[in-house]
């Protein structure tokens, strides 16, 4: 349908480093020079393809507000976007006849969806686990009783409580909510297994697959097998779409039950003064003027990464962690969070701390000397970050009590590296070199830490933004 979607044909691995949108960036850097910036940040949100901004580019001129409008545009539009839903129900391996693909913003929207929209009440419970982002856990407290999976002390969700918890509170737990991979540690969780579990005790399965689905092939499975994923939700910012588009799947039957959370145009059949028809799935749950730019690109993406085959990009991944622990290992004083014996059952993220020092001046020093873009802190996901640094109850009430005093500056927290299908060993050794180089004390800035926001900051530093971006007005 799309130029960029036909010649993806011959696509592979090597050639996704060339269609990422501003590879080659120059970024200000404390000496006053410029370096091609080193984007290991992937995990918050990747760059996009430029596939992805070559198809937006094709469709804009056929760009026009989907469903219902009459003239050509309209029609064209609609059919592209209706067909972006099949492109990701297929992505995650759905049978479309039974299930249905809602567009909503982002993985966030369609966790609190889910719930909304799950029939839950004070008796019901949801299990999720301790290692979640909060996106898969404070929905869920919203609205009934949730039982958090323990984790291991090696940061591993801990099976046994996860099985213990199903039997003990068979018949009453309505949905497992559980992430596909963890955005601290990168560990991929045993979705099919918990599947099974679930469903034998009369549960549902939710697989959070924002970190999950840019890295690994997700297969929902056919809705009768018993390691079937019931539900399954995903980001496109973080699968090089980052045009605001995210995507729920779960099946037709469900959605179509129930009131939709959100209502407004586009999710009814007819109106009356007094009642309202729903739409059938997924227009009942996609209230308003769809993002259809955003789920265009999704389609799009998808497309690339299909195309490059995701077991050709979790291989690539799994050869590119190992490298960066081996190199990261020889760093005086690191602590390397999430070390695995089996990197094929990790994605790519990287979390660790440097002795003595705080995890944000480490990151200001990387990014402000180094050029290199990474995060820190506790990521959306304060209980199982605590649990990985070990912070004890009484520091945990400690530092939540400075937190609320507005004094964020002893807040535990990581470093966290993430990669993309497209980082390379390039980008490890520049990390590693700078890690080397903040542990010898050669970096040059004075750095004081902002103590309201945690931040640091360089003196001095305070590069005119004007200069790299400008809106054309
Ligand atoms: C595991 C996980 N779940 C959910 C989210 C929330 O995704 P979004 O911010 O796109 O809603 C994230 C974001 O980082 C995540 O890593």
New binding site residues.
């Given amino acids: 349908m799309f130029r960029h979607i036909d010649d993806t044909a011959a696509l592979t691995l090597a050639d996704l480093r060339a269609d990422i949108v501003g590879i080659d960036t120059p970024v200000p850097l404390l000496d006053g020079t410029e370096r091609p910036y080193i984007f290991l940040d992937n ?2 949100s990747t760059p996009s393809f430029r596939r992805v901004l070559r198809c937006i580019e094709d469709f804009l001129p056929w760009y026009s507000g989907v469903h219902r409008g009459t003239g050509f545009k309209s029609v064209l539009a609609t059919e592209v976007f209706d067909a972006a839903h099949d492109v990701v129900g297929r992505f995650v391996g759905a049978d479309l006849a039974t299930n249905t693909v809602i567009f909503l913003k ?3 929207e369609c966790v609190n969806k889910l719930a909304n929209r799950a029939g839950l009440g004070p008796d019901d419970i949801v299990i999720t686990t301790a290692m979640e ?1 909060h ?2 856990d404070l929905p869920w407290r919203k609205h009934c009783r949730v039982i958090h999976c323990g984790v291991l002390p090696d940061g591993h969700l801990d099976l046994a409580h996860l099985r213990a918890a199903l039997q003990e509170h068979r018949g009453r737990v309505k949905l497992v909510a559980v ?1 596909g991979a963890s ?1 601290i540690t990168g560990f991929v969780s045993p979705v099919h297994d918990i599947a099974a579990w679930a469903h034998e005790a009369g549960a549902k399965l939710f697989v ?1 697959a ?2 999950l689905a840019p890295h690994r092939k997700v297969a929902m499975l056919p809705d009768d097998d018993p390691r079937h994923i019931d539900f399954v939700a995903l ?1 496109a ?2 699968m090089y779409a980052p045009f605001g588009t ?1 995507a729920l799947v779960g099946p037709k039957a469900f959605f179509a039950q129930g009131e939709p959370d959100m209502v407004g145009g586009g999710v009814v059949e007819i109106v009356t003064l007094e009642s309202a028809r729903w739409n059938d799935p997924p227009h009942k749950d996609e209230a308003g003027t769809p993002n259809v730019i955003g789920g265009v690109a999704l389609a799009a993406a998808i497309g690339v990464l299909e195309a490059v085959g995701m077991d050709a990009i979790a291989r690539h991944e799994t050869e590119l962690l190992q490298y960066s622990y081996d190199a990261l290992e020889q760093v005086p004083g690191i602590i390397l969070y999430g070390r695995t014996a089996d990197f094929a059952q990790k994605v790519g993220t990287i979390t660790f701390n440097l002795e003595g020092k705080h995890n944000s001046l480490v990151s200001a020093i990387l990014g402000i000397e180094g050029g290199i873009g990474v995060r820190n802190g506790c990521f ?1 996901a304060h209980p199982y970050v605590k649990h990985m640094l070990g912070v004890t109850p009484e520091e945990d009430r400690i530092f939540t009590e400075e937190v609320i005093a507005g004094n964020k500056s002893r807040m535990p927290g990581m470093v966290r590296a993430s990669l993309g299908c497209y980082s390379n060993e390039a980008d490890i050794d520049a990390l590693v070199a700078m890690l080397q180089r903040i542990q010898r004390g050669e970096y040059r800035g004075t750095y004081r830490q902002n103590v309201a926001s945690g931040a640091f900051h360089a003196e001095g530093y305070a590069p005119d933004a004007s200069r790299y971006f400008r809106y054309h007005i």
């Fill in positions: 995990a918050a982002n993985t966030t982002h996106s898969n992430t955005n959070d924002a970190q980001s910012h973080k995210g959306c």
